[in-house]
Nanobody, 117 residues
Framework: QVQLVESGGGLVQPGGSLRLSCAAS????????MGWYRQAPGKERELVAA????????NYADSAKGRFTIFRDSAKNTVDLQMTNLKPEDTAVYYC??????????WGQGTQVTVSS
C-alpha cells in the first residue's frame, strides 16, 4: 500500500521560510512526476511545483517562481519544497502528489501552512 507522509508545515511570519517534506512508502511502479499542490479555503487545489522525472524538468506556479524550490531524493523517495519569503496568500493546506507510469495518482494527507503576523 502506497503512503505519502508530509511534514514541515506550521505557522510562520510573512517573509519567513518553511521546508515541507514528503516521504513515499510502498511500491510505486515507475514514478513519473512528484510535486506539491495547495488548497486555500474557498479555492480550488492548485499546482505549486513539480518535478517531471524522466525529463529532468521542474514546473513552478507563477506565484512560486523565485521563492520556492522543489527537491527530490530518488534514493529516499522523498520530495521537499523549500519555501522562502512567504506571504499571507501562501496560506493553504499543502499536498504532496506522486504520479506513476501506469496512471496511478497518489496524494498525501496534507499539511497546513499559515503565514501570519
Amino acid at each position: 500500500q502506497v503512503q505519502l507522509v508530509e511534514s514541515g508545515g506550521g505557522l510562520v511570519q510573512p517573509g519567513g521560510s518553511l521546508r515541507l517534506s514528503c516521504a513515499a512508502s510502498g511500491t510505486i511502479f515507475r514514478i513519473t512526476v512528484m510535486g506539491w499542490y495547495r488548497q486555500a479555503p474557498g479555492k480550488e487545489r492548485e499546482l505549486v511545483a513539480a518535478i517531471i522525472i524522466d525529463r529532468g524538468r521542474t514546473n513552478y506556479a507563477d506565484s512560486a517562481k523565485g521563492r520556492f524550490t522543489i527537491f527530490r531524493d530518488s534514493a529516499k523517495n522523498t520530495v521537499d519544497l523549500q519555501m522562502t519569503n512567504l506571504k499571507p496568500e501562501d496560506t493553504a493546506v499543502y499536498y504532496c502528489n506522486v504520479r506513476a507510469d501506469v496512471g496511478a495518482v497518489y496524494w498525501g494527507q496534507g499539511t497546513q501552512v499559515t503565514v501570519s503576523s
